[in-house]
């Protein structure tokens, strides 16, 4: 099992222990996902004792009228060997740069596509990727557990090959211009394997409460790097200082910043762990790291 495996069934574990699904629904996935009844009945209760015990936490707000208005429109593009990928994206008048927008370990529903133009509307033009390209799109399979599972049967490689065609397709779309990328849980990950992938052109990134790969070795990259975590992700908190040691090593401009009280997945105004002043903190904190690194 590989760790990107481990980590996408562990997110289902967490959201049954943290209350979020049941534990029908919890097995479900994690049989679309190839687990037996008895190793997912061992991964329940394994995750069982980080489940957290605070109150339900008010319904979130979603996008705004006007990030709604603005949100990416969809498009296709050119990938690898031949293959033609799918995202939503998003043209600022007259960029500062272009960032690269890698989502969550649902696929690319409406939150990243209005967060692609969220950036635009701050001058950066935007492109949400699909990494279910190939499945035919998120929107083509249907209940989220069901794109989840495909994540976790894709070897990363090809997602590191798909992002890179979307940086080609946003130094197309805004030439001229800095590129960088942003990403969420799952997309978090992804966004360190970018980082890790060595590609020149990406001049900033902030992963946002991603799990490290295993092994990630920065060194040759020329990424400045903005590392978001959240003081209650205790899961995803244990490789923190591990992927800050490698960014040391491999001599890159970086910061890691922690935002008190906010769980995994707090950016995320669509889901039950939003945070709204963590949320806002981090905007403003990404906003001015790519105005510095991007221009």
């Given at each position: 099992?590989t760790?990107?495996?481990?980590?996408?069934?562990?997110?289902?574990?967490?959201?049954?222990?943290?209350?979020?699904i049941?534990r029908?629904?919890?097995?479900?996935?994690?049989?679309?996902?190839?687990?037996?009844?008895?190793?997912?009945?061992?991964?329940?209760a394994?995750?069982?004792?980080?489940?957290?015990?605070?109150?339900?936490?008010?319904?979130?707000?979603?996008?705004?009228?006007?990030?709604?208005?603005?949100a990416?429109?969809?498009?296709?593009?050119?990938?690898?060997e031949?293959?033609?990928?799918?995202?939503?994206?998003?043209?600022?008048?007259?960029?500062?740069?272009?960032?690269?927008?890698?989502?969550?370990?649902?696929?690319?529903?409406?939150?990243f596509?209005?967060?692609?133009?969220r950036?635009?509307?701050?001058?950066?033009?935007?492109?949400?990727?699909?990494?279910?390209?190939?499945?035919?799109?998120?929107?083509?399979?249907?209940?989220?557990?069901?794109a989840?599972?495909?994540?976790?049967?894709?070897?990363?490689e090809?997602?590191?090959a798909d992002m890179?065609?979307?940086?080609?397709?946003?130094?197309?779309?805004?030439?001229?211009?800095?590129?960088?990328?942003?990403?969420?849980?799952f997309g978090g990950?992804?966004?360190?394997?970018?980082?890790?992938?060595?590609?020149?052109?990406?001049?900033?990134?902030?992963?946002?409460?991603?799990?490290?790969?295993?092994?990630?070795?920065?060194t040759?990259?020329?990424?400045?790097?903005?590392?978001?975590?959240a003081?209650?992700?205790?899961?995803?908190?244990?490789?923190?200082?591990?992927a800050?040691?490698?960014?040391?090593?491999?001599?890159?401009?970086?910061?890691?910043?922690?935002?008190?009280?906010?769980?995994?997945?707090?950016?995320?105004?669509?889901?039950?762990?939003?945070?709204?002043?963590?949320?806002?903190?981090?905007w403003?904190?990404?906003?001015?790291?790519?105005?510095?690194?991007?221009?």
């Amino acid at each position: 099992m590989t760790d990107l495996e481990r980590y996408l069934a562990e997110e289902v574990a967490i959201d049954h222990a943290d209350g979020f699904i049941t534990r029908r629904e919890a097995l479900h996935r994690l049989a679309l996902m190839g687990w037996t009844a008895g190793s997912a009945s061992s991964l329940l209760a394994a995750c069982a004792s980080e489940g957290k015990t605070a109150p339900a936490p008010a319904p979130p707000p979603g996008a705004s009228a006007a990030d709604a208005a603005a949100a990416a429109s969809a498009v296709t593009f050119a990938g690898p060997e031949g293959r033609t990928l799918q995202g939503g994206w998003a043209g600022a008048e007259k960029p500062r740069g272009a960032v690269l927008v890698i989502h969550e370990n649902k696929g690319l529903l409406e939150h990243f596509r209005v967060l692609a133009g969220r950036f635009a509307r701050a001058g950066y033009s935007a492109l949400a990727i699909d990494l279910l390209s190939e499945e035919g799109g998120t929107a083509a399979l249907g209940d989220p557990a069901n794109a989840t599972a495909a994540l976790s049967k894709v070897a990363p490689e090809r997602f590191v090959a798909d992002m890179k065609a979307g940086l080609d397709e946003l130094a197309r779309r805004a030439p001229g211009v800095k590129l960088g990328a942003i990403g969420f849980c799952f997309g978090g990950g992804m966004t360190w394997r970018l980082i890790a992938s060595k590609d020149p052109r990406l001049a900033a990134a902030a992963p946002f409460y991603g799990p490290l790969p295993d092994g990630a070795d920065f060194t040759g990259s020329r990424a400045a790097v903005l590392g978001v975590y959240a003081e209650a992700d205790a899961r995803v908190n244990a490789s923190r200082e591990t992927a800050k040691a490698a960014l040391e090593k491999a001599g890159l401009v970086h910061e890691i910043v922690t935002y008190a009280g906010a769980d995994h997945a707090f950016f995320n105004d669509t889901g039950p762990r939003y945070q709204a002043e963590a949320a806002a903190q981090a905007w403003t904190k990404v906003l001015a790291w790519f105005g510095h690194y991007l221009g």
